[in-house]
């Protein structure tokens, strides 16, 4: 289902495209909705780029660019007319802490935000796109199909404890995420295993396997006040790799708020590594760990 269209169907929507697969779901669905919409796609990572040339059409615009070349993305919109992007795809968070190759302007932007953390940085990154008459939409714009609602998507059903484990680290996810350290936690028994900050959800599956051994629940979700415009909460088919070689067995993500890539294909493989998915919504109850 796509969602509103704020410029004419016909003017050129722009991509900011890190890595990963996000990128070009959104320039499928784009052109999905709108064949006629002109796109002009900036990679700012060597990944990105590389996949750019193998995957998408000729009549997408493609201007590979860096990290933190701010001054060039901006001018390259702008002198294509392009009033409406997205930016999307993972960017390492590591390389905010080497900003050898940024811009005066990239620069910047760090400087006014270096005491606020990455989504003080990112949201800057907005400020600076739309003071130059660059709306930046919501990631989601045109991915509302892959936002599953509540349910549970595999065969196998959850069993009870698995449930207490999911009621439980939704509650501590959502804290996590509102902290601005990660969006993920790893829970066995209603122990903590891991919690992800900047080394990412794959590590963190992998350091709790690495504890705890086999029978985990793996949760994501959101910060109450996320904006969806910097980032969003993002499972893909490497993720469920992971879980599988580090010994998870439940994965749970909250409703229309943790994306899933191509969603049928990840529950057929999820069925195959007997790995429960579930989609759940988040309760204003707290959680009662036992513990108290």
């Known amino acids: 289902m796509a969602t509103q269209c704020h410029q004419p169907t016909n003017s050129p929507f722009g991509i900011v495209a890190g890595d990963g697969e996000l990128p070009f779901l959104l320039v499928e669905s784009v052109l999905k909705h709108f064949p006629e919409r002109p796109v002009v796609f900036i990679p700012i990572t060597k990944s990105s780029a590389r996949l750019a040339q193998q995957r998408l059409p000729t009549t997408i615009s493609v201007f590979p660019l860096g990290v933190g070349q701010v001054e060039k993305v901006t001018k390259t919109f702008q002198k294509r007319n392009v009033k409406e992007i997205s930016i999307i795809g993972k960017v390492e968070k590591k390389r905010l802490l080497k900003p050898l190759h940024f811009d005066t302007t990239a620069l910047k932007i760090l400087a006014r935000s270096r005491h606020g953390g990455d989504q003080a940085i990112l949201a800057s990154v907005l400020n600076h ?95 109450t006040n996320h904006d969806f415009r910097i980032d969003t909460p993002t499972i893909g088919r490497q993720t469920l790799e992971i879980m599988k070689t580090s010994g998870a067995k439940v994965l749970a993500v909250e409703a229309k708020r943790v994306l899933l890539i191509r969603p049928s294909e990840l529950v057929q493989l999820a069925n195959e590594y007997r790995i429960r998915i579930i989609v759940a919504e988040q309760t204003s109850k707290k959680v009662n760990d036992g513990k108290n």
């Open 129 to 223: 796109f739309e003071a130059e008459g660059i709306r930046v939409l919501p990631q989601i714009q045109y991915l509302d199909d892959f936002l599953p609602t509540a349910g549970v998507l595999t065969k196998r059903q959850p069993t009870q404890l698995e449930w207490l484990d999911i009621t439980y680290g939704l509650s501590l996810a959502r804290s996590i995420a509102d902290l601005d350290i990660g969006q993920t936690v790893v829970i066995k028994n209603r122990m903590v295993l891991a919690v992800e900050a900047i080394e990412g959800t794959d590590s963190a599956i992998i350091r709790a396997g690495n504890l705890a051994g086999k029978g985990f629940t793996v949760i994501k979700t959101a910060a």
